[in-house]
């Protein structure tokens, strides 16, 4: 449930994000288009030009409507989980990040054994365990000692209700065809197969935690990256565009440097999602989903 509510509340995060950058996409390139077609009114550009600038910025707007489609639903899907009415006017505030003081993987696998698939496999086994040792107890005798001490009595005679009486039993099962011997074997194979089964589902938590890991690890790699990628199509889109004043640089590649940064701003976004959708698997996975908030307001 907790790793479905972040995936839902960052998605919806992501949406904005996306949405904003597509809606800042459009301004730049209508206003592109603007400066194309005042080109053009002083006969320093051409028709194709100007049909190139136009088709790119309504490129741009469908691809802006569509983000805000897209963040519509997941406000719908969003509201929805929390039990408000679908038209209520939800907004996040907390905002798509990236930790920079994250334990080792080392760690994350040492306190793995607090997931909760491990405490059921743990109990599991603890309770075959149990059973053997009651099938065993089934060759013992049971004995009971009992006795009764009358304190008070009136006009009842002793020989009917002495006033001390102690007993015992004791009941011995000599044989049973060989029950209890089936039966302390089959609670030994039931212990077998929960430590198997236990091991088995160790193994694969730790292939998990090292997966989940190491795609945090890249999501966070790739931020570095993208962080230098858009600086770069940043100057691009300035060079490209004093270039495109001095008649030195066309329509095209204009537009293509925008849709360069843009990309990379939208890919930028992807991967903060990601990192924080494997940080919320992995605190998951390791049954301290409370560590989830405490590190996304420490960025």
Not at 9 to 38: C, D, F, M, P
Not at 250 to 269: G, H, P, R, S, Y
Request: proline share 3%.
């Amino acid at each position: 449930i907790f790793l479905i509510w972040v995936e839902t509340y960052y998605g919806l995060q992501l949406s904005i994000e996306n949405e904003k950058v597509r809606k800042e996409n459009l301004q730049t390139l209508s206003n592109h288009y603007r400066e194309v077609l005042a080109f053009k009114a002083n006969g320093m550009t051409n028709e194709m030009d100007c049909l190139i600038a136009q088709v790119a910025m309504e490129d741009a707007e469908r691809q802006w409507k569509a983000a805000q489609k897209n963040t519509s639903i997941l406000k719908y899907r969003f509201c929805k989980m929390l039990g408000l009415d679908s038209t209520c006017n939800c907004n996040t505030s907390s905002p798509l990040f990236i930790h920079s003081n994250i334990p080792s993987l080392e760690w994350f696998i040492a306190q793995s054994h607090n997931a909760p698939l491990l405490q059921a496999m743990k109990a599991k086994e603890t309770i075959a365990n149990k059973n053997v040792n009651i099938a065993i107890a089934d060759y013992f005798p049971t004995i009971a000692i009992f006795g009764k001490q009358t304190l008070a009595s009136y006009n009842v005679p002793q020989n009917l209700m002495p006033p001390t009486i102690v007993g015992a039993s004791f009941v011995w099962n000599i044989f049973d065809g060989l029950q209890r011997e089936r039966k302390i074997k089959q609670n030994k194979i039931d212990v077998a197969i929960s430590n198997n089964q236990y091991n088995e589902a160790q193994k694969q938590l730790t292939t998990a935690i090292h997966k989940a890991y190491y795609e945090l690890e890249n999501a966070k790699e790739s931020i570095n990256t993208l962080g230098s990628t858009i600086a770069m199509t940043d100057e691009l889109i300035r060079i490209r565009k004093a270039a495109y004043k001095e008649g030195m640089a066309t329509t095209t590649e204009v537009i293509d440097a925008q849709t360069a940064n843009t990309k990379a701003k939208l890919l930028l976004m992807a991967e903060y999602y990601r990192y924080d959708i494997m940080l919320a698997t992995l605190v998951s996975l390791c049954g301290m989903p409370q560590h989830f908030e405490e590190w996304s307001t420490q960025q």
